[in-house]
């Protein structure tokens, strides 16, 4: 009951926050977006600090080597996120842009205006750095934030929290408008889920399990996406060499991602000659392959895949092979298998190029280029907050439009209906 | 666990069909719906013959006379829903189009294209040529549906739904993308939204009631508004003229929908020459007026509102009435008792008018306009689907591109990620 009542104030304080967020000039939201990346690079010991007593607590969890790292905050980090923040003031504001205007026969003039959300929630795992990329992006689009990270990272988290919000104090803003559930009380997640009187939307960042647990349990909308079992079909008509620099950068350039190649997909027109080449060029990287049955009738020493590992987000360098009879049997193994993420064709001919474009039901389809491009740097949206698999609201990368809704607004002269 | 499996089934079908209907030409979706107009009028004695055991059974269950006019189809009534059904092959198809495209400095070019959905399941009441409507302005937005009607007209409904599976399947196009939950057990509509795996959005379409528990039982995105609540300030920079033909127009004209006005809110600075006036008028359409104790001191024998009458959506011929502060109070007053549907301003003072557009967090914001025109086909949508006061998704009257997501799309020529 104390937990919910906690839960329920700062719910309730972000709401009321998010009123003066929504109305807040652009000018004033950049001065404490600035201010906010200036102090935190001020205050970078404090951080620092804080940081430490996570790292002991996580050393005596015995965490990996991978989380600690990712859990870890030093002067060059602390630096990089301060520059995050100062990037968001610079981007430009959506709230109040106009996306369309138009007339009607009898004079009403309907324009449709982008506006914030309210109240966002963030629910994400360790590493610490999310606190600060995730607030000023929904304080740029006029929202207010409720965060709740992950106990691993907690002192970092309240730390980088502590800062923010008192820029926002400084600038005339509510501090509210950045609220945090600092209880590691598993029970806190589930009762923020709750809130729906309250937030507005929910973005879970993390793995697959947490995403999973926040869609089942939320009463308030939530974008996201699984997981990113992500594509590379080589089409007969590929170009060998764009090919092969496809399928080596989708999957080894950063096989941690989600938007990283889970499957190969090769044409058995073009299979003889290229199964050998691409095979040689990922084992050569350190790739373990696990082939189908006509995979390993062409290069020897190949693991046999199960039918399992179609459906695998590996997260590493290991990577799903399957020869298919031609685009059709692509396309229907994406469907299939696919998690509607980001998928790829490598091919020359313009037809079978949009043939895929338009059937493949990803939020990103890509023709010749790899499938790491899904990211809102990449895509020009100057951030990210995270990635859509859903076709409600916001699909691919999301950053400040996708934060935003949009309201009708109507320039009258005594019109009345007929 | 017959009904769940019924259920279950007519959701995976829609879910198959749904595939193949997103990647259907405008062209044979078009033949379809002309086919469906053609036949539904042709077939209007059918229809007609299953309404009447609808109508026979509502006079035996002593439902009211304005349910069972709301349940009456007749050759005219049925002529009218061809029609429109006619008049969505007309509207552009919104899938494939393609929102905007750019250029990245590395040469790819990535495009925003609008795609089908999915599956679309419609939970409505008693008006039996939603079924049509509905399910014509599904299909030409690419996407399968699932409808589930009231009790009450279930026999029209199934007499229509016949008819339009039957002219997708002479088009060659699956029948199963309009499916209907024929079953009247009460437990249909929650298993129904249960089948997050199949459905994609639900759209609900009734009061309120039927509104909140579909909200609380889905496990699948509701767009929806729970009631309009719609105000009119008069400020004191009115023209009286305009101000007195907005109020009659927005409570009278049809008292019982959603964006009629249920409360008037007059500026103090006007209240004495504007109330007397207004309110002269209103009775005389045989309005009953529930006032604040400022109007009451203005105009004799008028009844005492009660806090409550503040949130009510009375769908009838009852207003509220406040005399408020100036713009701000008007404001406030909307913040706290609206339902962020439809709200207008009456004032020729420029900077106010904007002020209050900007400020009113409501779907639709009006200045010198009444708020009957939240509706699509009075903002040039040619169809309306629902009206949304969500800030997900989409917001105000919903037509065929609210019923459409979007994909990106990238042209490549080998760009790999650095």
Same mark, same amino acid.
């Given at each position: 009951m104390r937990l919910k009542n906690e839960i329920e104030k700062i719910s309730k304080e972000a709401k009321e926050a998010s009123k003066v967020l929504a109305k807040s000039s652009t000018e004033i939201k950049n001065k404490a977006l600035l201010s906010m990346s200036k102090e935190l690079k001020q205050k970078s010991s404090t951080i620092i600090r804080e940081n430490k007593k996570d790292l002991a607590h996580a050393r005596k969890l015995k965490l990996s080597k991978a989380m600690i790292d990712r859990l870890t905050l030093d002067k060059e980090r602390i630096k990089e996120m301060a520059d995050s923040v100062k990037a968001v003031a610079s981007l430009e504001d959506p709230c109040g842009a106009i996306d369309k205007m138009w007339k009607r026969p009898n004079g009403l003039v309907i324009g449709k205006m982008r506006v914030a959300i309210g109240v966002i929630g963030i629910i994400y795992e360790s590493r610490p750095n999310v606190t600060a990329d995730c607030a000023s992006l929904c304080i740029k689009s006029g929202n207010a934030v409720i965060l709740k990270g992950g106990s691993e990272s907690i002192n970092s988290n309240i730390a980088i929290y502590k800062i923010l919000r008192n820029c926002l104090k400084n600038q005339g803003l509510p501090k509210e408008a950045i609220g945090m559930v600092a209880s590691t009380d598993?029970?806190?997640?589930?009762?923020?889920?709750?809130?729906?009187?309250?937030?507005?939307?929910?973005?879970?960042?993390?793995?697959?399990?947490?995403?999973?647990?926040?869609?089942?349990?939320?009463?308030?909308?939530?974008?996201?996406?699984?997981?990113?079992?992500?594509?590379?079909?080589?089409?007969?008509?590929?170009?060998?060499?764009?090919?092969?620099?496809?399928?080596?950068? +989708?999957?080894?350039?950063?096989?941690?991602? $989600?938007? %990283?190649?889970?499957? !190969?997909?090769?044409?058995? @027109?073009? =299979? *003889? &000659?290229?199964?050998?080449?691409?095979?040689?060029?990922?084992? +050569?990287?350190?790739?373990?392959?696990?082939? $189908?049955? %006509?995979?390993?009738? !062409?290069?020897?020493?190949? @693991?046999? =895949? *199960? &039918?399992?590992?179609?459906?695998?987000?590996?997260?590493?360098?290991?990577?799903?092979?399957?020869?298919?009879?031609?685009?059709?049997?692509?396309?229907?193994?994406?469907?299939?298998?696919?998690?509607?993420?980001?998928?790829?064709?490598?091919?020359?001919?313009?037809?079978?190029?949009?043939?895929?474009?338009?059937?493949?039901?990803?939020?990103?389809?890509?023709?010749?280029?790899?499938?790491?491009?899904?990211?809102?740097?990449?895509?020009?949206?100057?951030?990210?907050?995270?990635?859509?698999?859903?076709?409600?609201?916001?699909?691919?990368?999301?950053?400040?439009?996708?934060?935003?809704?949009?309201?009708?607004?109507v320039f009258g002269d005594g019109q009345i209906r007929k």
């Open positions: 598993r029970k806190s997640v589930s009762c923020l889920l709750k809130m729906d009187e309250y937030l507005d939307l929910i973005i879970p960042r993390g793995g697959e399990g947490l995403i999973r647990m926040v869609a089942k349990e939320s009463r308030i909308p939530v974008i996201k996406h699984y997981k990113g079992v992500c594509h590379v079909y080589v089409d007969r008509e590929a170009d060998i060499k764009k090919a092969l620099n496809i399928c080596i950068n +989708a999957k080894v350039q950063r096989p941690g991602v $989600c938007n %990283a190649m889970e499957t !190969l997909l090769v044409d058995k @027109k073009i =299979a *003889k &000659e290229f199964m050998p080449l691409v095979i040689g060029k990922l084992k +050569a990287q350190g790739v373990e392959i696990r082939g $189908c049955k %006509a995979t390993r009738a !062409l290069v020897k020493g190949i @693991k046999l =895949a *199960k &039918e399992s590992d179609w459906y695998e987000e590996f997260l590493d360098l290991i990577l799903a092979v399957r020869v298919v009879d031609g685009i059709d049997e692509a396309i229907a193994h994406i469907a299939e298998y696919g998690s509607n993420h980001s998928d790829t064709i490598v091919t020359e001919d313009f037809q079978r190029a949009l043939k895929f474009l338009k059937e493949v039901d990803s939020s990103c389809v890509y023709s010749n280029a790899s499938t790491r491009f899904t990211d809102g740097f990449q895509f020009g949206f100057g951030a990210e907050i995270g990635i859509s698999t859903d076709k409600i609201h916001a699909r691919g990368p999301m950053a400040l439009e996708e934060l935003t809704s949009y309201k009708y607004i």
